[in-house]
């Protein structure tokens, strides 16, 4: 489930009247409207508020091109967003702000610092108390105004909720509500709104950075209800907000629990405790001496005495027919039939694709021996790469789409079992808990460039059922894992 779009939903429904119901006793907004204009009147006419130097924002010019995207209940109003506000909307100092330490700073905001429509106060910067005081002059921030962002994260706002002294820089705007008779969290919520968003979005300026400038933010067209009614609202969708984030939070548990219930399916696996075994099945041992004459079949280890009945423990070096890192590619400059397979080609959220993949040189093919083009089930191990080494997928035939094969670069390793060995079974041998934790163990190389060599992989000890064990495993596995799939794909719908 899209928790974002279900929140938007709930403000689309909100803004067009929907979400509590209207009460013919409110006082309408028209009148409302007309109350907000006399008290800004007395407010200029006692020297509180200066009277605008364009009277724009008031009359009708700001709705000559505006048509309404959706019908209102008879009582609200359509309004421009300065109608609504105390004083005209501002921004923040244009001044190269001069940074102090905390201790002897005042505390100063920017576009960053309301990227969750709330205010960040864990890493915010802190300004020189003396161009504080020439700032504070003339735009003091209090509890209630509406920050909102002018580029970056461009038209994401956050309300002010303490007392504290702060300054605000450029790419902030300063929106003041006209309290009592507009309900700064109900003005918020329209703010955070789709329909604010567009407003902006199609005002936007500048390559790379967006910019919404302050003349646009004045054409923003908003829907007013009574008074009353912005109360309702607010406090409404505060309740529907709090249940999504409880949605979210449960939703967070449960991609955990996920997580680990995979984990442990693999564990389980592993261990011979996912399938029976059956006492019919070829033992391990015969199987594996029978398909590689020099294997070693282990004996001295201690946890050789723990396994299940036909298993046996062997090196993963043993079960392949294939095992070894890429080679250094020379590339071509442009585009051709001959993918080179690197690190990024095995995706972070799981499979593999070439779309990233650059072009082996075609003068180079014939130095390639056919045994490094990637077959079906082959195990691919990055090799090199902070973040990425050990991360392992299995490689398909589908993911080749219209190429005739794909090589390895010398970044990634191939694990090839021999037709005997399910090569599904290895593979997820590998990515189990155990298996990723013993590739992060035997790395080696500087904190900046971790190496998985070959022979650590080869290294790898593995317990080895039964050919026909391994198929029921896998078999198994890929049940649970299908069923764990649709409940997660589930949640993302």
């Given at each position: 489930m899209d928790t974002q779009k279900l929140r938007q939903r709930i403000l689309d429904l909100a803004i067009r009247g929907k979400l509590v119901p209207q009460d013919p006793n409110d006082e309408p907004a028209s009148v409302l409207l007309d109350r907000i204009r006399a008290e800004k009147e007395r407010l200029i006419a006692e020297g509180k508020i200066k009277r605008p130097k364009s009277k724009k924002s008031t009359d009708k010019s700001h709705y000559q091109h505006f048509?309404?995207?959706?019908?209102?209940?008879?009582?609200?109003?359509?309004?421009?967003?300065?109608?609504?506000?105390?004083?005209?909307?501002?921004?923040?100092?244009?001044?190269?702000?001069?940074?102090?330490?905390?201790?002897?700073?005042?505390?100063f905001l920017s576009s960053k610092d309301v990227t969750t429509r709330q205010i960040n106060w864990d890493n915010i910067k802190f300004i020189d108390r003396k161009l504080h005081e020439e700032l504070y002059s003339r735009l003091a921030p209090k509890r209630y105004d509406i920050l909102l962002a002018k580029n970056?994260?461009?038209g994401v706002a956050a309300m002010v909720d303490t007392d504290a002294v702060f300054d605000i820089y450029v790419t902030l705007a300063l929106i003041r509500p006209m309290i009592p008779f507009v309900y700064p969290k109900y003005l918020l919520y329209v703010i955070n709104s789709d329909l604010c968003k567009a407003q902006f979005n199609a005002h936007l300026t500048g390559i790379g950075l967006p910019n919404l400038h302050l003349s646009d933010i004045n054409k923003t067209i908003i829907p007013l209800p009574p008074i009353?009614?912005?109360?309702?609202?607010?406090?409404?969708?505060?309740?529907?907000?709090?249940?999504?984030?409880?949605?979210?939070?449960?939703?967070?548990?449960?991609?955990?629990?996920?997580?680990?219930?995979?984990?442990?399916?693999?564990?389980?696996a592993m261990q011979g405790k996912l399938v029976p075994q059956d006492?019919?099945?070829?033992?391990?041992?015969?199987?594996?001496?029978?398909i590689n004459p020099k294997a070693k079949i282990i004996t001295d280890n201690p946890h050789s005495r723990n396994i299940p009945n036909g298993w046996c423990l062997c090196e993963l070096r043993d079960l392949c027919s294939f095992l070894?890192?890429?080679?250094?590619?020379?590339?071509?400059?442009?585009?051709?039939?001959?993918?080179?397979?690197a690190q990024k080609c095995n995706l972070k959220d799981g499979g593999i694709s070439l779309n990233q993949a650059r072009f082996l040189d075609e003068s180079t093919l014939l130095k390639w021996p056919d045994r490094y083009k990637l077959k079906d089930l082959d195990i691919l191990v990055n090799s090199t790469g902070t973040g990425t080494v050990g991360r392992t997928r299995l490689f398909l035939n589908k993911y080749l789409k219209d190429f005739p094969f794909v090589l390895p670069d010398s970044h990634v390793s191939v694990v090839r079992t021999f037709d005997e060995i399910d090569s599904k079974f290895i593979y997820y041998n590998l990515i189990s808990r155990e298996g990723q934790t013993y590739f992060n163990d035997n790395l080696s190389g500087s904190t900046n460039q971790k190496e998985l060599y070959i022979e650590a992989i080869g290294n790898k000890l593995i317990f080895l059922p039964p050919k026909n064990e391994q198929e029921r495993i896998v078999a198994k596995i890929e049940k649970f894992y299908h069923c764990i799939d649709n409940i997660e794909a589930s949640l993302q719908s």
């Open positions: 048509t309404p995207p959706f019908e209102i209940p008879e009582s609200w109003k359509w309004v421009s967003l300065p109608e609504v506000c105390r004083i005209p909307i501002t921004d923040g100092t244009h001044k190269t702000p001069i940074y102090s330490d905390k201790e002897n700073g005042v505390p970056g994260t461009t009353e009614e912005q109360i309702k609202i607010a406090n409404e969708i505060d309740i529907w907000f709090s249940s999504v984030n409880m949605l979210e939070q449960n939703k967070e548990k449960l991609y955990v629990n996920i997580t680990l219930a995979k984990s442990k399916i693999l564990d389980l006492p019919a099945d070829e033992p391990a041992a015969d199987m594996l001496l029978r070894s890192r890429g080679k250094s590619p020379k590339y071509s400059d442009v585009p051709n039939n001959y993918p080179v397979f």
